[in-house]
């Protein structure tokens, strides 16, 4: 009797935490959903009243649609592709034995712990500035007309800045999975006759695919949120609006709520369908 | 062929000598045991012969050819590791056909020399598993069968059995004395355990520090041992060794003697002493028995239906063609 009267209050107890939790995450969405379906222009009438479904259909075959997937896509693969072949590669130069390893490995990280939008800031200053960047100085030392990094090559730009600021995350979580190898199983597939490149795919890469995983599934779901960074350097321009960026042009820009919030919805059903996606590919590594 | 010389090999990490020069001849289809204290330099002698370290001084010959500079893989040598070493994401099979699939041969050569070696080994029933379906057992003898695929000059073994349990160490021990019986391949392993040395090897290499205390047959050793370590060593339980007026009666810095040659009464003997703990193991009792040739207790084998309590009277009596003399350095003396 009194494990279940204790059931019973326990449940009460909890009641409040989880009304918290789940009105934090359903009033938004029912909100967005609720807009999605209005005509709502805050500075031009307000509220306009219903209209079905015109807002997902204006979203989807607005000229800006198909090119933000595209930008979105092209960031989170490239950011993906770069962190997780430089993340293998510095976590494997990390695991090395050397003179001042602590120091280094929070050297490593330190990019981490930058703002986002200061580090765009940084990037697009101090780096990719046309006319004092350092990349113009390093260019200018060879002769080279100095690349508008932000207009030329916007796009890989932007992936630059946010592998940059990943990179971290992916070496700290492939050291530690690196770390955790039996060394006696290299010196094996030594003894076996597995030259480097071997050990590399057939020890190495397998004992890492987990951990690889965990770091595409993590970094996606925060990728495909990326906006800080584009912000403070393109503005969207030049072929950087992605997703993110175009509901945001059309909630805060145009002052189209109504579209903004389908645009939301559209957003939530493409992440979920690469989180499913993913986890159809990669999820058969976490069981093993 | 697996003849393994080493000529004046010596190794250092850093400023610390861990194997003084040091030479030793393993003949083909020898089985050599290292054995000595954990500590002793006799894994890293190993892995010297492997080749996973590089030596700091010295040759290493395989068959005559030196190999001091030659790369693990081209040793002609294969490893069985403590922890077995098996890549965990692959089956049994493509475990024991990886040193071969690095080597480049053909789908159907690796077939069968893995279906051989699955057959010698009982694992032909778990060659789909994963290593970390198998029991310990079983592990190791995918390791062994990953070792005897590559047919190497000769197979060193890391303390291979330290992981198992007592009942499957001995099985695993007989099993491994067998496949050297039948492959006649040089096998150099490595133990802390003397019972494994003892049981298993041809030749035992007894090592202290890095240095050879003695090489020779477990009878040779057991007989003969040519310092106290070794005769403290060899043997299980431990020989006894008493300094001081006992050994002086015999010329010597100090006497050992085991606790197989030392008769027990409890009417008449050489020496008087008390019992202590009595270990009973059925076909043995060993009696601990403070007595006046020693200030510490000595060991005494005697048959299993022997009983004395606690505190009774003794009388031991050393069998002389048995005493061992050492010397102050702790050398044998004949």
């Known amino acids: 009797m009194a494990t279940q009267h204790s059931r019973s209050a326990a449940r009460v107890m909890m009641a409040p935490a989880v009304i918290l939790l789940l009105g934090w995450m359903l009033v938004p969405l029912v909100m967005t959903l609720y807009f999605s379906f209005k005509q709502y222009l805050p500075l031009r009438g307000g509220d306009l009243g219903w209209v079905g479904f015109d807002n997902y259909v204006r979203f989807v075959t607005s000229s800006a649609f198909w090119p933000s997937i595209q930008a979105t896509l092209a960031i989170v693969g490239g950011v993906l592709v770069i962190t997780v072949i430089l993340g293998t590669f510095l976590a494997m130069l990390l695991d090395q034995p050397m003179w001042g390893q602590g120091i280094v490995r929070i050297l490593v990280i330190a990019p981490f712990f930058v703002m986002p939008t200061v580090s765009a800031l940084v990037w697009k200053n101090l780096f990719m500035d046309p006319v004092n960047g350092l990349f113009a100085h390093l260019w200018k030392s060879v002769g080279a007309t100095p690349i508008e990094w932000l207009s030329q090559a916007s796009l890989p730009s932007i992936i630059l800045i946010v592998s940059w600021q990943w990179l971290p995350f992916a070496t700290l979580i492939l050291l530690t999975a690196i770390q955790s190898l039996d060394s006696e199983q290299l010196e094996a597939a030594e003894m076996d006759g597995a030259r480097w490149p071997s050990r590399f795919i057939y020890i190495i890469l397998p004992h890492l695919s987990r951990a690889i995983t965990v770091v595409i599934l993590i970094q996606t779901i925060f990728l495909l949120a990326v906006f800080a960074e584009i912000f403070v350097t393109t503005q969207g321009s030049f072929g950087t609006r992605t997703l993110t960026y175009l509901i945001f042009q059309r909630v805060l820009e145009s002052q189209n709520v109504g579209l903004g919030s389908a645009g939301g919805v559209y957003a939530i059903i493409l992440a979920n369908i690469i989180a499913l996606f993913l986890m159809r590919i990669v999820g058969k590594n976490l069981d093993a | ?334």
């Open chain 2, 1 to 334: 062929m697996g003849q393994i010389q080493l000529n004046q090999v010596s190794k250092s990490f850093g400023p610390v000598e861990v194997i003084p020069p040091l030479d030793l001849t393993i003949e083909d289809g020898e089985f050599v045991v290292f054995v000595g204290p954990s500590g002793c330099g006799k894994s890293t002698l190993l892995r010297l012969i492997a080749g996973l370290e590089d030596v700091s001084g010295g040759h290493v010959l395989i068959d005559g050819r030196d190999a001091t500079e030659i790369v693990p893989a081209k040793r002609g040598l294969a490893m069985v590791f403590q922890s077995y070493a098996l890549y965990p994401h692959m089956s049994v099979r493509k475990n024991i056909a990886f040193p071969l699939r690095m080597a480049g041969l053909d789908k159907a050569e690796q077939d069968k020399r893995v279906t051989q070696a699955a057959e010698v080994l009982n694992l032909t029933d778990y060659l789909e598993r994963r290593p970390g379906q198998l029991s310990g057992g079983q592990r190791q003898r995918v390791a062994i069968g990953r070792a005897i695929v590559r047919e190497p000059a000769a197979f060193l073994f890391d303390e291979p059995l330290s992981n198992l349990d007592a009942a499957l160490r001995v099985g695993m021990r007989l099993e491994i004395s067998e496949l050297h019986k039948r492959l006649k391949t040089t096998m150099i392993y490595v133990t802390h355990d003397q019972v494994e040395a003892m049981t298993m090897a041809d030749k035992i290499v007894v090592l202290q520090a890095g240095v050879i205390e003695q090489v020779g047959s477990p009878l040779e050793l057991y007989q003969r041992p040519r310092n106290t370590f070794v005769a403290g060593f060899i043997g299980s339980p431990k020989m006894n060794l008493i300094r001081g007026a006992e050994a002086a009666k015999h010329d010597a810095d100090t006497i050992g003697i085991r606790p197989e040659h030392i008769g027990i009464s409890s009417t008449e003997g050489t020496w008087k002493g008390t019992v202590g703990v009595s270990e009973h193991l059925g076909s043995d009792t060993f009696f601990h028995v403070q007595c006046n040739a020693s200030p510490e207790p000595l060991t005494v084998r005697a048959t299993g239906e022997m009983a004395l309590s606690y505190g009774s009277e003794v009388y031991l009596t050393p069998r002389q063609e048995h005493l061992h003399r050492f010397d102050a350095k702790g050398l044998r003396l004949e």
